[in-house]
């Protein structure tokens, strides 16, 4: 096994971030907005009926722009949380003493070292999710939005209720989000990386293809732990002040009153059809940036 250099962790998991949003962000902005569609009055048709119909109205009604709104947010805020959180689990591993033959570390201490990582993004992870989601819901709505792009976004926010009232609106929910999430999200890729790796070889070699392929799985454990605590969050963060005084406990609350236990997993399909090709190409691009800094800079 090579020493972990956090640096390079630091760097190439910034790359692998710009990968995974370009990838993704469409589907991301149609599952934000199943997940924050307001409940119709009595007779009254969804907004939108599933994924496709949402797509087809976004479309529609914005362009295929409309599939990017608020992307310019998680640009601004992945390169840096995702550098953050491969630190943050090269450091968790680092922390650590390989207990597996061949010098490997458990899935427990994987899992340990991917919840330190969930724990180092939080501080990027929440204010940017805060404003990525405000922005994906306003262009559902009528009328002239209220938000011109992300930074006036997080002035109107930090000049209503300041700093964590405001802009930090969810870290809770984001903490709750992350933290198992994350811990899933890199165990699972590790193990499926040695799983798929032939004998005799090492994993940092695999092709390309097994690469995407450990990293699409990846994706898709880590929000099926994530999908119920990220619908709560998305309401929490996108809700007018007030409507939730006691946080998530009120956003629980209301919505499997409301809809459901189910409710939890409003967006689960757009959630799992992202999941997998942004993933892949997250973790394809740490890999081939990890690869890159190895060669260019083998002693940092």
């Known amino acids: 096994m090579s020493e972990i250099s956090p640096v390079k962790n630091f760097l190439a998991g910034g790359f692998g ?51 990017y709104k608020g992307m310019l947010a998680p640009i601004l805020g992945v390169t840096p949380m995702y550098a953050v959180c491969f630190l943050g689990f090269g450091i968790g591993k680092k922390l650590q003493t390989p207990s597996e033959p061949n010098n490997s570390y458990s899935p427990t201490q994987l899992f340990k070292a991917g919840m330190l990582a969930g724990v180092f993004t939080t501080a990027i992870m929440a204010p940017g999710e805060r404003i990525k989601c405000l922005l994906q819901i306003q262009a559902a709505s009528q009328g002239k939005p209220k938000y011109a792009g ?3 976004c997080a002035r109107q926010l930090y000049r209503e209720a300041g700093l964590f009232r405001g802009i930090y609106k969810g870290t809770v929910a984001t903490l709750l989000r992350d933290i198992p999430a994350s811990g899933v999200y890199f165990m699972s890729y590790e193990l499926i990386k040695r799983s798929i790796t032939p004998a005799d070889s090492d994993p940092s070699s695999l092709s390309v293809g097994r690469v995407l392929f450990a990293g699409g799985m990846a994706g898709i454990f880590n929000w099926a732990v994530a999908i119920p605590p990220d619908t709560l969050k998305s309401r929490l963060q996108t809700a007018p002040a007030g409507q939730y005084p006691n946080g998530l406990r009120d956003v629980f609350k209301e919505l499997v009153a409301k809809e459901g236990v189910m409710s939890l997993y409003k967006g689960f399909t757009p959630v ?3 999941a997998f090709p942004a993933n892949a190409a997250c ?18």
Not at 39 to 57: E, F, I, R, S, V
Not at 283 to 300: D, H, V
Request: hydrophobic share 45%; glycine share 10%; charged share 15%.
């Open 272 to 274: 799992m059809l992202r």
């Open 150 to 152: 992300p930074m006036d």
């Open 17 to 67: 971030g710009v990968c995974l949003v370009f990838a993704g962000h469409p589907l991301d902005t149609i599952k934000v907005r199943l997940q924050t569609q307001p409940t119709p009055a009595a007779g009254q048709p969804l907004m939108y009926n599933g994924t496709l119909d949402c797509a087809k109205k976004i479309i529609s009604k914005e362009g295929f722009t409309g599939l």
């Open 283 to 300: 973790f394809c691009g740490f890999e081939c940036a990890m690869k890159f800094l190895n060669w260019a800079a083998p002693s940092l």
